[in-house]
């Protein structure tokens, strides 16, 4: 067992911030004031850390105009404690932001995001003919030098259009129209399926390690059926897909689903889409899934403050307990935000949740 004091130092929290693959010198190290570290299930990861940017002895600003957080430098963040520290981010300096206050030193903000930053520079019309979405986003991938993990989409499309769209914007489209999701992980493009039916990867008590929850149920977006509808002028058909329950990814642990509830308290209702360009009924069904998950998913939603833990990550599944039988169960983490500066460690995070 761990002397005290020396266990209370390995629970002590830190972090490391190297640019362009080094560690930080000790006089820039001892200048951060504040860490954030911030991943979303749609959308680039991003951070900002905060540095004094005022040497009091010599009047002058310590690292405004130096080399060493220039425009594109590469940042990589490492959160945890004494003798565990995890890599949150990979990313590159987007922001410069100095503040200069009255009565207070001044400081230096740097923003950045991960690689994915990258495909919201430039628009281009483009076609692919012939592709699967996560052929699709694997080529994508490999125009700008990133490794790609996929998952196979299944559906191929005779013809796809990136029309005046930036890469990222195109590919969020993609993905949403199918309910998967887009994150780049250690410089490598993540195309995946919506990952709400995975395992837990951590359990958070209210009063104890997590410190505060804001949840809502909702019925209002629940629909009992899915249905896309087009057209095939070569075979003058109809084109249809359906999903209802029972097409859910996953029930996350609870008894009753969202949809059920909400037929249960009211009645049966359907939503009809015609707005998507559609080609077979394959593809009109996979639509019509993964529209109906996404909607499942917003029966319940959440923020939360917890003690920190790199953990806690957008894409995994966590347990809240302590909350009463109809809040506490599994959540899919939609966001998360790491913070660490002198208060201590927190980590915010944002949920969803298909059934109680």
Avoid at 107 to 128: A, E, Q, W
Avoid at 191 to 210: C, W
């Amino acid at each position: 067992m761990a002397e005290p004091a020396f266990q209370q130092e390995r629970d002590t929290p830190a972090f490391k911030v190297f640019v362009n693959g080094s560690a930080l010198l000790d006089e820039a190290a001892l200048d951060v004031l504040d860490v954030r570290v911030s991943d979303y299930i749609e959308g680039a990861g991003m951070f900002t850390i905060t540095f004094n940017n005022w040497n009091s002895d010599a009047q002058e600003f310590k690292w405004i105009d130096g080399p060493l957080l220039s425009e594109g430098a590469e940042i990589e963040i490492k959160v945890g404690f004494v003798d565990h520290l995890q890599s949150l981010i990979v990313g590159e300096v987007t922001t410069l932001e100095p503040e200069f206050p009255d009565n207070e030193a001044p400081n230096l903000k740097i923003h950045g995001y991960d690689l994915l930053h990258r495909f919201r520079r430039g628009r281009k019309t483009r076609s692919f003919a012939t592709m699967k979405d996560s052929q699709i986003a694997e080529q994508i991938a490999r125009g700008l030098n990133l490794r790609a993990q996929v998952e196979d989409t299944q559906i191929r499309h005779d013809y796809v259009l990136q029309n005046n769209q930036t890469d990222i914007d195109f590919l969020l489209e993609r993905a949403r129209r199918i309910n998967y999701e887009v994150i780049i992980r250690d410089k490598t493009l993540q195309f995946r399926r919506a990952a709400n039916d995975k395992g837990r990867v951590l359990s958070l008590d209210y009063g104890s390690t997590l410190t505060t929850f804001y949840p809502r149920l909702s019925t209002m977006q629940q629909v009992s059926e899915v249905i896309v509808q087009g057209w095939n002028p070569k075979t003058k058909k109809a084109i249809v897909g359906q999903a209802h329950q029972g097409d859910e990814t996953s029930t996350m642990g609870g008894a009753k689903l969202g949809v059920a509830i909400a037929e249960t308290a009211f009645f049966k209702t359907k939503t009809v889409m015609v707005d998507k360009p559609i080609f077979s009924d394959s593809e009109a069904t996979q639509i019509a899934k993964g529209k109906f998950n996404e909607m499942a998913i917003e029966f319940i939603t959440g923020e939360g403050t917890a003690i920190g833990n790199t953990d806690i990550r957008a894409g995994t599944v966590i347990e809240l307990k302590k909350l009463g039988n109809r809040f506490s169960g599994l959540y899919y983490i939609t966001s998360s935000t790491h913070i660490i500066n002198p208060n201590g460690y927190i980590t915010q995070f944002t949920v969803a949740r298909d059934a109680t």
